[in-house]
């Protein structure tokens, strides 16, 4: 069976340092890939996708950035975090050749910038 | 890609049927309608798909009107743990499975 997971689970950081979110899936191959912001009571706001190693596609220019270096792995990054960057950050994976484009959620990262 | 209405928050009490409504005037012919359940502090979890008419699965009902302007999500005999937030969305392998794009969703309160 496939499972998503994403790392780590809870950070705190000061204003002006870096950030890196991980996430991986395991039991498909190819999958389509995304990073996806939550604030506090908001809705999902689509941050990046990639439709394969090395294709990352962003859809709100920002100090954050993507990087798909496997298959299988979703890296999400800043060189320097904004206070408005606090949130809760979801990595997700679907298929999109012969099924519904189901979303499937890792268990989430909630980042507090200080 | 299509966006989507839904109200903001609903109030029910156990045991009753909820409805759900969410406009999408602007869906493409190849567009699902996809709907998802969002508990605090965790990922959206699927709940149910459809194109048109009527689908049914374990949890949910999904109505979708002959011109799929709009769709209704039904809980039957909603419980405690149905509150959460529920998201309407549309979109299909050609207008964008991978742009999918989660609204504010209706937040579903359920008391005793």
């Known amino acids: 069976s496939q499972t998503i997971h994403q790392w780590p689970a809870t950070l705190v950081q000061p204003v002006g340092s870096p950030l890196s979110l991980e996430c991986t899936v395991e039991?498909?191959?190819?999958?389509?890939l995304y990073w996806y912001r939550q604030a506090a009571g908001r809705g999902l706001q689509l941050l990046f996708y990639?439709?394969?190693?090395?294709?990352i596609s962003s859809e709100v220019p920002q100090n954050l950035s993507a990087s798909r270096p496997q298959d299988r792995q979703f890296i999400l990054s800043s060189k320097k975090l904004l206070l408005s960057d606090s949130g809760f950050y979801l990595c997700?994976?679907?298929?999109?050749?012969?099924?519904?484009?189901?979303?499937?959620f890792g268990e989430g990262s909630r980042l507090t910038v200080l | 890609l299509a966006k989507t209405t839904q109200p903001i928050s609903m109030d029910s009490y156990e045991g009753q049927e909820v409805n759900i409504t969410c406009s999408h005037n602007?869906?493409?012919?190849?567009?699902?309608i996809t709907w998802y359940q969002q508990f605090p502090s965790q990922g959206p979890r699927f709940i149910i798909q459809?194109?048109?008419t009527k689908v049914t699965n374990e949890v949910a009902s999904l109505f979708i009107p002959a011109d799929r302007k709009s769709s209704t999500l039904s809980l039957p005999r909603v419980s405690l743990s149905d509150t959460a937030v529920y998201y309407c969305?549309?979109?299909?392998?050609?207008?964008?499975?991978?742009?999918?794009?989660f609204g504010t969703g209706t937040r579903l309160l359920v008391s005793p």
């Open positions: 997700a994976w679907n298929q999109l050749q012969g099924a519904n484009g189901e979303l499937f």
């Open positions: 039991g498909t191959s190819n999958p389509n």
């Open positions: 990639s439709v394969g190693i090395g294709q």
């Open positions: 602007n869906i493409a012919t190849n567009d699902y």
């Open positions: 459809g194109y048109k």
């Open positions: 969305l549309v979109g299909g392998e050609n207008t964008g499975f991978q742009k999918l794009v």
